[in-house]
């Protein structure tokens, strides 16, 4: 589900909407503040969505990026 262009076709609708991206970029966003996403589901009962980010500056994950001029 967390998996970039991931859709999942539901038995009542025809055809997927959708880009798939929505619970990627949430988990990415997550995961840049040092926190995470995820699921916990149970069959005829329905799914959970959790998201986690630490409050306190120590968990983020830095990334350094380089502008390049095109």
Do not use: C, M
Not at 23 to 44: D, T
């Amino acid at each position: 589900l967390f998996e970039r262009h991931t859709r999942i076709r539901r038995q009542e609708h025809n055809r997927v909407k959708g880009s798939g991206l929505g619970l990627f970029i949430v988990r990415s966003v997550a995961q840049r503040h040092g926190g995470n996403a995820w699921v916990e589901s149970e069959v005829g009962k329905g799914s959970t969505f959790y998201i986690s980010i630490p409050l306190e500056g120590d968990n983020l994950v830095v990334r350094q990026t380089t502008e390049h001029d095109n």
